[in-house]
């Protein structure tokens, strides 16, 4: 059996394959890379819970003191990159990106462009 393409040429061209790459774009500039380092706190950042950005509670507390458990340290040591993972896992969890964290970013030194990729990422996956 035989069959015949048909090619539509008043068809509206096919939509472009990343619609977050004019997000990206700022001023002409293009869009602001991410160092490896950053990259990794993001991926890291994915899957953990909005848990891990308050202290300990009193049973964790009550736990490490009577079994001597260690607890996974929470924060990152470098404060520019725990405003990063802060602001990806509130933006993973409430799906947009709150002012505070946005202004977090802004102290950290991040750009507006990568403030906006952050937004983008965290809430597409």
Known sequence: MAVRAAVRYDAPPPAAPDASAEILQWRGVGPLAFTPLEEQVIELAQTD???????????????????????????????????????????RHRHHLPDAQAAALREAGYAPTQIRMIEARAVAG
Do not use: N
Request: hydrophobic share 50%; charged share 25%; net charge positive.
């Open 49 to 91: 819970g909005p848990a891990s950005l308050e202290a300990p509670g009193l049973v964790e507390r009550l736990l490490k003191t009577i079994f001597g458990l260690r607890s996974a340290t929470r924060a990152l040591a470098d404060p520019r990159l725990e405003a990063l993972r802060c602001a990806v896992v509130v933006t």
